[in-house]
């Protein structure tokens, strides 16, 4: 399980200074609906932008 999450995308509302997620969990995802071959087809569906 993971216990310390970085990430780089600051305008999500669990973004924190030193690119810490402050979410309780994170739901990662493939964003072709099918099996990831590399890393930037996987995406945060937990992102909420802050407003
Ligand atoms: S919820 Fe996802 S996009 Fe938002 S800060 Fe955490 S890892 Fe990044």
């Known amino acids: 399980m993971a216990q310390d999450v ?6 999500c509302v669990y973004w924190a200074h030193g690119n810490q997620c402050e979410a309780d ?9 099918k099996e990831a071959d590399k890393q ?6 937990t992102f909420e932008p802050q407003h």
Do not use: A, M
């Not at 969990?25 to 609906?33: A, E, L, N």
């Not at 930037?40 to 569906?45: F, L």
């Open 40 to 45: 930037e087809e996987t995406d945060c569906k």
């Open 6 to 11: 970085l990430c780089e995308v600051n305008n």
């Open 25 to 33: 969990k994170i739901y990662v995802v493939s964003h072709t609906g």
